[in-house]
């Protein structure tokens, strides 16, 4: 079946650097992509929609500089957490759906990124 | 706007008990259904999901769910529970354009007794 990859697992940074968390579809091609994020006990909340070979849309209230998404070929987007602070920590999940339509009707989710700024 | 509601946050049974895990939507047109399962520190496993047709679906590991439409609901449902299905449940809604994205419920997490 189809699988998407994601890497690392889990990364520990200290504050104010930059982290960098993979997404990569191993065996379809996914011009759309998307980025959520989880708090403890919380919900998946969708961060943004990463579209291959042009800008991402961010949803409201998720600041376009600090979560840099690239989605540079047709497997792989990247989520890009710039000058990380503790606030930051969270699940990261990215999905992407089976193309092309009208077959996209599911979407594989990653493993997921636990980050841990300190 | 579209919106899931997951009413209860945490639901314990027992063993070989059964299940339902409640799910409620809004949004305006035919939606696309989900349930996934989340084990602790882990991504998202589709359970079932309903587009169209019959609207009691079956899903893995026993699973089923029922769209009603009338009510807006989504529940799922399993007749015996094992003590593996411990876990965050996740009801999701798609729209129609992509469902790849996703308005997902608060989550329910199940604890199972022995």
């Known amino acids: 079946g189809a699988v998407v990859s994601q890497h690392p697992s889990w990364v520990i940074c200290k504050s104010g650097t930059s982290v960098k968390i993979e997404c990569r579809s191993l065996d379809f091609q996914a011009t759309t992509m998307f980025w959520y994020r989880q708090f403890p006990k919380q919900s998946l909340m969708l961060m943004a929609t990463s579209n291959e070979g042009s800008k991402a849309t961010y949803e409201q209230g998720v600041e376009k500089d600090k979560f840099l998404i690239n989605h540079a070929s047709l497997t792989l987007s990247t989520l890009t957490v710039t000058s990380a602070h503790p606030e930051d920590s969270s699940f990261y999940i990215c999905?992407?759906?089976?193309?092309?339509?009208?077959?996209?009707?599911?979407?594989?989710f990653g493993q997921g990124t636990r980050l841990t700024v300190v | 706007a579209q919106s899931v509601t997951q009413p209860d946050i945490h639901i314990t049974v027992s063993e070989g008990a059964s299940l339902e895990l409640r799910c409620n939507y809004s949004?305006?047109?035919?939606?696309?259904l989900f349930w996934y399962v989340q084990s602790p520190g882990q991504g998202l496993q589709l359970l079932l999901k309903y587009f169209s047709g019959d609207t009691l679906v079956q899903g893995i590991k026993g699973f089923e769910a029922e769209f009603k439409r009338s009510q807006s609901s989504f529940n799922l449902r399993k007749p015996s529970v094992h003590w593996s299905d411990a876990a965050e449940y996740f009801c999701?809604?798609?729209?129609?354009?992509?469902?790849?994205?996703?308005?997902f419920g608060q989550g329910t997490t199940l604890q199972v007794k022995p």
């Open positions: 999905s992407a759906p089976r193309q092309p339509l009208p077959l996209n009707t599911e979407a594989f």
């Open positions: 949004y305006g047109a035919t939606p696309y």
């Open positions: 999701a809604v798609g729209t129609s354009s992509n469902t790849g994205k996703l308005i």
